[in-house]
């Protein structure tokens, strides 16, 4: 079976422009992370979601972050009015069962450079 | 709050030993991890031990957990050039988990 994918793999903006990444877990996997690794830095939590709960947003940064998922399949991970700062690697990475009892998968990893 | 510390960078001389050391926060983890993330490519699980745990060994890894300090270490014998990574500690914590920094691995020579 497939792993975890993201797309697009690189993406390049202007600051002030809305982007749009996607993650698609591994089928039958029931909780999705989002972080942030900017260059030379440690993985940045962003939000959670295990099945049909409230997702964790505890780590977004600001309000121009937001994520959805439907039900256990694809998340899109949505920035409005990127700015410099929010270049970076967004991993995706998903899990079968409660994460804090198993390793979690990752993605690839898309790239945004916000010029 | 939340914290995984870990030094950022490792020397080691091709066919020693390498000994990457983390410290964490949480007494309630259960679960303590090392991730390898390798030049362009994404993190991958490298090995992990339970708390309940003070020692695992998988091969050319040994991974040691002191609970009391809140130190965890991994050891990689006879380090290759392959071992050139960068490697992140994380704890479970919760709902999820906190990495680390990552300490990144430069192999001499």
């Known amino acids: 079976g497939a792993g975890v994918s993201q797309s697009p793999s690189n993406k390049v903006t202007e600051k002030g422009k809305d982007v749009e990444l996607r993650c698609d877990p591994i089928?039958?996997?029931?909780?999705l992370y989002w972080y942030r690794q900017r260059l030379g830095q440690g993985l940045e939590f962003l939000i959670y979601?295990?099945?049909?709960?409230?997702?964790?947003k505890s780590g977004l940064p600001s309000d121009r972050f937001s994520a959805e998922r439907t039900g256990e399949s694809v998340s899109t991970l949505t920035i409005q009015r990127t700015q410099q700062e929010d270049s970076a690697v967004y991993l995706c990475?998903?899990?079968?069962?409660?994460?804090?009892?198993?390793?979690?998968?990752f993605g690839p990893g898309t790239r945004l450079t916000v010029l | 709050g939340e914290d995984v510390e870990q030094s950022l960078f490792l020397s080691v001389r091709e066919g020693d030993s390498s000994v990457i050391n983390c410290t964490y926060t949480?007494?309630?983890?259960?679960?303590l991890y090392w991730y390898k993330q390798e030049p362009g490519a994404g993190l991958q699980l490298l090995t992990y031990?339970?708390?309940?745990?003070d020692m695992k060994q998988d091969q050319r890894l040994t991974v040691l957990l002191n609970k009391k300090d809140k130190h965890l270490s991994l050891r990689i014998a006879d380090t290759q050039t392959g071992d050139s990574a960068i490697y992140f500690c994380?704890?479970?914590?919760?709902?999820?988990?906190?990495f680390g920094k990552g300490t990144r691995l430069h192999i001499l020579p």
């Open positions: 089928s039958g996997h029931t909780a």
């Open positions: 990475a998903s899990s079968p069962r409660d994460p804090a009892l198993g390793e979690q998968f």
């Open positions: 031990i339970f708390s309940n745990m």
């Open positions: 949480d007494s309630s983890s259960t679960y």
């Open positions: 979601f295990q099945g049909n709960s409230a997702p964790d």
């Open positions: 994380a704890e479970s914590m919760k709902n999820k988990i906190i």
